[in-house]
C-alpha cells in the first residue's frame, strides 16, 4: 500500500479532538507530533518508524507514534479511524441549510493573544473546511490576561497577515480584524485610524459585566453607534457550562472558564440600536457560552438586526463549532440573508467599509 501523510494526519486528528471539545493535553500530544515530524526529512521518519526509534523525538509519544507507522504503511490510523467513526452530525435541515450558506467566520483567535495556535495553521484549517475567509480577531490591549495587542503589536500583526495571505492558496482570505474590548464608558480599547484600517471589528464587553442595567444599556448603546463597530460580540456575557473549552496556549483561558449569569441591560434599546445604525448581533458558537440566548436571538430578529454566526475559536478543530451557533439560529427563524458572514469577503468588506 502506499503510505498516507502522517503529519496530516495527526493534524487531522488533532483537529478532530478540538471539534469535539476533547481536553487540552491530548489535542497538544498530537500538534506536538505533528511539529516535531514536520522539521525532519520524510526519509528519517520512515526510518525511525521501521526500527521504532520515533519516541525517541521530544513530543512524540507511543500512542503519536503508532499512528504515524500505521500512516507510513498505508493504513488509515485506528486512532483517526474511531474518532471519525464516533462523530455524529445531526444538525436538522434547517441548520445545515445555514451552515452550508456561510463562508467565512467573522470572529478568530490566533496565539498573538489567547489562541493556542499560530494564525498559519488557524488559516489552513479554515481552508479544509470549505470557508472563503477567516477574520483574525485577537484580542484589545487592556485585555491584558488575554495578552491584547497593543496598537504596535496590531501593526505588525496587519503585516504579518499580508504576507501569510501571500501563501495561502487562491480563493481565501485571512481579514483583518480585532476583538475589540467596549471599555466601561462605551467607547472602543484601539486607536481609532488603526480600527479604520481594519476590515471588520468585532466589540464586546469583557469586563463590568456586572453593570447595573442603565449603565450596562449606555455603554452598550453608546458602542453601537460608533461607526467603527461592525459586529457586537457575545452581548450578553453568560457562560453556560464550566467545562473546559481545550483552549490551548499562554492564556489557556478555558481551564478557568466558568458559569455566569447574563449582563442586565435593555435588550430591546439595544437591539433597536443594533437594527438602526447596521451593527450585527453575533450568534457566538461557543458552546460554554452559546451567547446570546435564543430568547434575545428571537428579539433581535424581530427588531430587525443582521446577525454573524461566529466561533470565537481559540483552536484550529473549534473553527467548526459553527453548526452550534447554526443550531441555534435555526430554532430562532433567523433567514440566511440576515446573516453577514453568508456574504463573500468582497460584499463583507464592503458593508464594513460603508457603515465607517
Ligand atoms: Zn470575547
Ligand atoms: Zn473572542
Redesign the pocket.
Known sequence: MTARDPIADLRRIAFLLERANEATYRVRAFRSAAKALAGLPAAEVAERAGNGTLTKLAGVGDVTARCVAESLAGEEPVYLRRLVATEGSDLDAEATALRTALRGDC?THSDWSDGGSPIEEMALAAVELGHEYMVLTD?SPR?TV?RGLTADRLRRQLDHVAQVNEALPEGFRILTGI?VDILADGSLDQDEALLARLDVV?G???SGLKDERAKMTRRMLTAIANPHLDIL??CT?RMVSSRPVGVTGPGDRGHRARTRAESDFDADAVFAACAEHDTAVEI?SRPERQDPPKRLIRRALEAGCRFAINT?AHAPGQLDWQRFGCERAALCGVPADRVVNTWSAKQLVKWTAARS
Open positions: 470572529h484580542h485585555l488575554a476583538e468585532v464586546s464587553v469583557h460580540g457575545h456575557g457566538n470565537d
